[in-house]
């Protein structure tokens, strides 16, 4: 009953999503108005059938589930994937990394007939999705149509756990439909269990955000950006979003009474930002050059207006900020800073990766601020003490490495499900 309701519900406020999405969303990245039918359920018709379905919610789902991705494929090389995401950018970024080895769709709201033609269509063997992508209609009609589901890399914030507390009836019906939970530790998986899932159907995988390394082409362009960038203090401020933009650009322009040559790379988490943020320098009578064009010598920000290069722009700085954190929104990944050896500094807003700080902040990795003037003095003392910037940078490498294999461990969960 309870899923019925909740089905009732979505249902009558389908118009107002698909408004939000087409016209709000779709007027400032038009990426939203494009596959529209998709998020109804309708898959092309060449589409694989029977294939693996993975979703990865975003851009940074997709970036972190990549490597595993790939070893899925390499030890099932018959098998097709889908992969699904909610953004263009997510979209955008899959066919960058897979190009036609994969088909790739948005998933559907998970509204009942949407749900339902999705797995009617898809006949999917095996559905796959990432961290908290818990969707009670995806989920009843796979199990429905005898398709195994497993969460990976499974996380649940007190925040979260929270708020489908709330909802325990319906909760309890979602955590009937996983088959499979590989947890990134013994802390999130009390939560899910908490929430009614069977506690045998629980495996502790750790975090496949800690596989995470530095290929040979991003390498490439690190070095590049280096020889462009030359011999000055740099900080990078990844993944800001509006209301953190301009308590980071506030910070620089402190930085810059102490260190005149400094140069910001501040990356936009979402594209349709990468304008608003130039408006902002312009109206502060900042100088600035954009990634996508020419580099000026004597700018003092450098807009990350590219997509997918944000894992190797971190190591063309001295510390890293992670955006995210100075508002309410829970943080980003530290851990792409952590692969070039680049310490993190973060506002207290971290739930996102409760799992990942603490540990990085004991191996003293990362540190906190709490507002744009302990950020200044922070980046202020970083970029005057090369030393202690590099002590910060290896600490966090180091608790990276310590960290890692969670993708082989989830590799075998995956080749159980297949196998059975």
């Given at each position: 009953?309870?899923?019925?309701?909740?089905?009732?519900?979505?249902?009558?406020?389908?118009?107002?999503?698909?408004?939000?999405?087409?016209?709000?969303?779709?007027?400032?990245?038009?990426?939203?108005?494009?596959?529209?039918?998709?998020?109804?359920?309708?898959?092309?018709?060449?589409?694989?059938?029977?294939?693996?379905?993975?979703h990865?919610?975003?851009?940074?789902?997709?970036?972190?589930?990549?490597?595993?991705?790939?070893?899925i494929?390499?030890?099932?090389?018959?098998?097709?994937?889908?992969?699904?995401?909610?953004?263009?950018?997510?979209?955008?970024?899959i066919?960058k990394?897979?190009?036609?080895?994969?088909?790739?769709?948005?998933?559907?709201?998970?509204?009942?007939?949407?749900?339902?033609?999705?797995?009617?269509?898809?006949?999917?063997?095996?559905?796959?999705?990432?961290?908290?992508?818990?969707?009670?209609?995806?989920?009843?009609?796979?199990?429905?149509?005898?398709?195994?589901?497993?969460?990976?890399?499974?996380?649940l914030?007190?925040?979260?756990?929270?708020?489908?507390?709330r909802?325990?009836?319906?909760?309890?019906?979602?955590?009937?439909?996983?088959?499979?939970?590989?947890?990134?530790?013994?802390?999130?998986?009390?939560?899910?269990?908490?929430?009614?899932?069977?506690?045998?159907?629980?495996?502790?995988?750790?975090?496949?955000?800690?596989?995470?390394?530095?290929?040979?082409?991003?390498?490439?362009?690190?070095?590049?950006?280096?020889?462009?960038?030359?011999?000055?203090?740099?900080?990078i401020?990844?993944?800001?979003?509006?209301?953190?933009?301009?308590?980071?650009?506030?910070?620089?322009?402190?930085?810059?009474?102490?260190?005149?040559?400094?140069?910001?790379?501040?990356?936009?988490?979402?594209?349709?930002?990468?304008?608003?943020?130039?408006?902002?320098?312009?109206?502060?009578?900042?100088?600035y050059?954009?990634?996508?064009?020419?580099?000026?010598?004597?700018?003092?920000?450098?807009?990350?207006?590219?997509?997918?290069?944000?894992?190797?722009?971190?190591?063309?700085?001295?510390?890293?900020?992670?955006?995210?954190?100075?508002?309410?929104?829970?943080?980003?990944?530290?851990?792409e800073?952590?692969?070039?050896?680049?310490?993190?500094?973060?506002?207290?807003?971290?739930?996102?990766?409760?799992?990942?700080?603490?540990?990085?902040?004991?191996?003293?990795?990362a540190?906190?601020?709490?507002?744009?003037?302990?950020?200044a003095?922070?980046?202020?003392?970083?970029?005057?003490?090369?030393?202690?910037?590099?002590?910060?940078?290896?600490?966090a490498?180091?608790?990276?490495?310590?960290?890692?294999?969670?993708?082989?461990?989830?590799?075998?969960?995956i080749?159980?499900?297949?196998?059975?």
């Amino acid at each position: 009953m309870t899923r019925y309701l909740y089905s009732l519900l979505l249902l009558l406020l389908s118009p107002f999503i698909a408004f939000y999405l087409y016209q709000v969303r779709g007027k400032k990245n038009t990426g939203y108005r494009a596959h529209f039918g998709e998020r109804f359920g309708r898959v092309k018709n060449k589409t694989t059938k029977n294939s693996i379905v993975m979703h990865c919610a975003s851009v940074g789902e997709v970036l972190a589930a990549s490597p595993l991705i790939k070893r899925i494929q390499h030890a099932h090389p018959n098998e097709r994937l889908l992969i699904t995401c909610n953004t263009p950018t997510g979209r955008a970024e899959i066919q960058k990394q897979f190009g036609d080895t994969v088909d790739m769709c948005y998933l559907p709201l998970d509204i009942a007939f949407a749900a339902r033609k999705f797995i009617k269509m898809v006949k999917p063997k095996l559905l796959i999705v990432l961290e908290t992508e818990l969707w009670p209609n995806l989920f009843y009609y796979a199990k429905q149509n005898q398709c195994p589901v497993t969460v990976v890399n499974a996380r649940l914030s007190e925040k979260s756990y929270q708020g489908y507390k709330r909802f325990a009836s319906l909760s309890r019906q979602l955590m009937k439909h996983i088959d499979v939970l590989a947890s990134h530790n013994e802390e999130d998986s009390r939560r899910f269990i908490a929430l009614g899932l069977d506690a045998s159907r629980v495996q502790l995988t750790g975090s496949i955000k800690f596989d995470i390394h530095i290929d040979d082409a991003d390498k490439l362009k690190l070095n590049a950006l280096k020889t462009q960038i030359g011999d000055r203090p740099v900080w990078i401020a990844g993944s800001t979003h509006p209301n953190e933009h301009e308590q980071v650009i506030a910070a620089h322009q402190l930085i810059l009474q102490k260190h005149p040559n400094a140069l910001l790379i501040i990356a936009p988490r979402h594209p349709e930002q990468f304008d608003p943020v130039a408006h902002i320098l312009s109206s502060e009578n900042i100088k600035y050059s954009r990634r996508s064009s020419s580099y000026e010598k004597d700018c003092q920000v450098m807009l990350a207006d590219t997509l997918g290069e944000l894992k190797f722009l971190y190591g063309g700085a001295s510390v890293a900020f992670i955006g995210g954190s100075l508002i309410e929104r829970g943080g980003h990944n530290p851990l792409e800073a952590a692969a070039s050896a680049i310490g993190v500094i973060s506002g207290p807003s971290t739930y996102n990766f409760s799992h990942i700080y603490p540990e990085l902040m004991a191996m003293n990795g990362a540190i906190l601020c709490q507002n744009e003037k302990e950020l200044a003095t922070q980046v202020t003392s970083y970029l005057g003490d090369v030393q202690s910037a590099q002590t910060l940078g290896q600490n966090a490498f180091t608790c990276l490495a310590k960290n890692q294999g969670a993708i082989n461990r989830t590799l075998k969960v995956i080749n159980a499900l297949l196998e059975q």
